[in-house]
Each structure stands twice: as C-alpha cells, then as structure tokens.
C-alpha cells in the first residue's frame, strides 16, 4: 500500500530504505531536507540512539550530533549537521512503536476484516489485467507544488484550539499535526483556495477542516484514549458474549478467533492491543500456553475530541458577528437555503411580482460608520502628537 | 468589534502600532492600503475577525481624522479607477452573457442613484461611503440584467 502512495510522487520526494544501521541518520549524505523518509519495516530501525536521532528529525527539522573522528592530526571533534525537515512514514506489524517516537506520528491500523481480505483480493484481481496508469500528471502536480504558494492561513485555528479540550499533553503534538495536516489540505488545493491580503491561502472550514477530520477524528481519540479502537472494542465485546455463554470461563483466542470469522494471527494482535489498553487481562502468565482471556477496565462511551465543522463554524460565527464567513463558503440562510440562492429566489420573485430595484436607503448613509469613539479618537490623536514630538 | 473601535484600540495600546501607521500615512494612501494585511493579522490575532476589506476602509478613514495633512488622508484616484474597473469588468461579462435581442433593453436607470452617491463620496474624501455606494451600483447594475436574464433573455 505505501509502495502504491509513493508511485504518485516523484522518487526525490523520499528515501526509502527497508532497514538502517544505528547513525545512518547521522553518517548518510542522501539530501533528506523536504523528504520522506520511507522504513518498509519499524524494526529495521535498530538501536535506541537511532530511535533518538529520529525523533530529533521529526521534532526539531534537523539533527545536530557531535562525534569524535580519528585523524591524521590526532582525535579531532566533528560536528554533523543533517537538515530537515524531514517526514516519516513506517510500517510495521508490531501492536506498537516505541513509545516516544509514537506520540510523534499518527498510526494508521490495517483494517483487519474478512470484507476488507476480500476488496484487497478483488482489486489485484482487477490490477493484473489493467494497464499501468500515467502518473506523470501527479508527477507534475508535485513538481509544480514546490514552487508554488506554501503559506497557509488557518482563520479559525484559534476557535479549533479553543474547541478541543486539553485532556491530554499528547494533544499538544497532535494539534499541531492537525494544523499541517490542514495547511497540507489548503496547500493541495490552493487553485480553489482564496487568498488574503498577504497572498497566504487560506484554509477553509468546509473543504479543508471537514477533509482531515475525517481522516484523523478517530486517530487523535484513540491516540488520546477518549475513543477506542473499533477493532478493540469489537473483540472485548465478543470476549463479554463468549463468557456470558460459558458462565464466565476465561476465552482462548481460539475461540475469540471462531467468534470474530478472523484467522488467529489476526485475533492475537487484537487481543494484545486491547490488553495493552487494559480492556482484557489474561489470567495465563506463561506465554507458551494458551491465553485465558477475561474482561479487564469497562469500555468507555467514545468522546470524539475534534469538534465538527458545524461546531468551528458556530464557534467563528460568535467571535464575527455580521462580518463574511472566515472559510469563504457561502452564508446558509435560515431556512436551510444559501444565501447566494435566497438571493436568486429573491430576484426572481420580484420579476414575477413585478417589483422593482428598491432605490437606496435615505436615512442613513451606506456603510455607515461607527460614530461612538470620540473619546478614543482624541485619545489616539494626543498619543501620536506626542509620538511626534518625542521623534523630534 | 468594527474594525474602527478594534484599531483605535490598538493604536491606543501600541506605540509601535501608531508609528506604522503613521509611517504609511506618510508615504502614500496605496503604501497605507497594501499594508492592511499587516493591521488585519494583528487585529485578528487579538481575537478581533475582521475582513482585510473593513480593515482597509477603517484605516483610510482613520488617516483623515487622525492624520488629515499626510498623504494617505488624501482621495486616492488610482484606487478608485482599480475599483471601478473590476466592478465595470463583472457588469460587461454579466451583459455578454445576455441575448442580442435583450441588450437593447437593459434598463439601468436604478444605477443612478448609487451613481450620485459615489460622486458625492468621492468629492467629500470618503472611500467607504465610495465603496458601499459602488457596490450598490453594481448590484443594482447586475439585478438589472439578471431579471431580464430570468426572463429568458441568456444568450
């Protein structure tokens, strides 16, 4: 599947390598600035300083490592400088990576089920008879992408974070994960983006916020644990009905795998996942035997942390009363229709009717300013007088 | 907050703010509008959402009363021919789309009002009162041709 990701972009978007030695990182002369860098496997990452030198990459955009070299004028300090930024993507089958490096990155799970077996299958199937597609297109988009505009303005970022309750530190990575991932989103589609006075894109609520969250909503619940994994609920749920069946004997994953229709493989890494969340225990501590897996915390009711775009779009409209939408999408009219359209209804009603162009308002003057600041005004005219003269 | 109320509160606030501001003023009303951005991101991350366009308008405004000898108090004709040709641009690509037995007939006699208004706002050196008065003219321009377009006269 990443093989397949990466056929759209050109190869120097990213370095893939299916194992690296310890300070690989360090010691490599690939460019890796602007790149993926691509591991076909978690434990082709060997050693924890490689672990470290990797998080500095993804934390920092650089790594900066001083070694000791031997030379002709004796041992002599070098100093190694790698510059990001740099992205990962890593696959592994392991339930999980190492702990701090996890935080830093969004783990996407292989869905698992039989349907899913057979849509893979079904599409090989169809992929052996077909012609290879031209990627030379998204070769070009990518190609076109790094010289185009990168700046993003997200309008109601303010309004996202003030939305997302701060349940967990991990969140402070994660939210800014979110916000590249829209930005990225933004940047994609800049050619239906509007731009503010800065020439920044700028990112909507509709389009832009409405596409990631529903690729990460679940992610940052369960990377935050106020949801549960699907898969995980699905088996602690089945290891409930079986021990109600059995008048509470413990489950093998035998028998978990029967109940779900998956091969045990599959089961077993379910089973340790939902252990290491503390959902299932298992009452057999030799792992050579069988396991006897019982219910372990209760499942808690799933708190979708990202708000939707309904709420942002409240949230924005509170802080802006009777301005222009911040995500350049039309204003809904009350009754559900939009406003672009009430409009045309509007007109169209008034031909039919026979009404015409009301002529402008006499009474007050269009865009009528705010007359209420006296006060200020001869504040702000004191202040830049003596601005002046302090200059002079 | 009007975008008014938001930068006089700034300007109150900040030295550094009121210096910029003066320092565009003094140099020209296009350096006071191509720098809006700059008041619109300060303004917006006080927490204050207002569009670039009012904070355009207010700043404009703000140069004549605050600093009415600099040059951005003055009327900006280049400014209002930029405005006055994209709007006149949406009016011609409206009339194209119209039928050639229809384009006799557009009436655009609601325009006139709105007309007076933008003389009058340009002769008094207001810029909002300009805008609000052309938009009004090219809303009642495109109304215009849009019910005659309604009434099947598309091309």
Known sequence: MVERVLSFVPASAYYALTAMSERTLAYSEEPIKHRFLVIYEAAGISGEFATYLMRSLLSEGRVRYETVEKTSEGMKPRLIEREGPTGLIVTTTAVKLHPENETRLLSLTVTDTQEQTRAVMAALAEEAGEATPDLATWHAFQVWLESAEHRVWIPYARKLADLIPPVAVRLRRDFGALLNLIRAHALLHQANRERDGEGRIVATIEEDYAAVRELVVDLVGEGVETTVPKTVRESVEAVKRLREDSKGEPVSVAELARKLKLDRSTVSRRARSAKDRGYLRDLEDNPRKHSRLVLGDDLPDDVQILPTPDDVRASVKECAPGSARLDGAQEPHRNGQYSKDAYKACSRARVQEGIKTPPPPSGSEPGDIDNHQDDIIEEVRDLLASDALEEV | ?155
């Open chain 2, 1 to 155: 907050m009007k975008a008014r109320t938001a930068l006089l509160e700034l300007f109150k606030e900040s030295s550094m703010w009121r210096a910029f501001f003066r320092s565009c003023c003094e140099t020209s009303p296009s350096r006071l509008r191509s720098q809006a951005w700059q008041f619109h991101g300060e303004l917006n991350d006080r927490g204050n959402y207002i569009q670039t366009d009012e904070v355009e308008d207010a700043l404009l405004g703000l140069a004549r009363d605050l600093l009415p000898d600099t040059p951005a108090a003055h009327w900006d004709a280049e400014w209002a021919h930029e405005l006055c040709k994209d709007t006149l641009a949406r009016l011609e690509r409206a009339y194209a789309g119209l039928s050639a037995e229809v384009k006799d007939t557009v009436d655009l006699s609601a325009q006139e009002v709105w007309d007076e208004r933008m003389h009058s706002a340009g002769l008094a050196n207001d810029p909002v009162a300009f805008r609000a008065a052309l938009d009004g003219w090219t809303r009642a321009g495109l109304e215009a041709m849009e019910q005659l377009r309604i009434r099947g006269g598309a091309a």
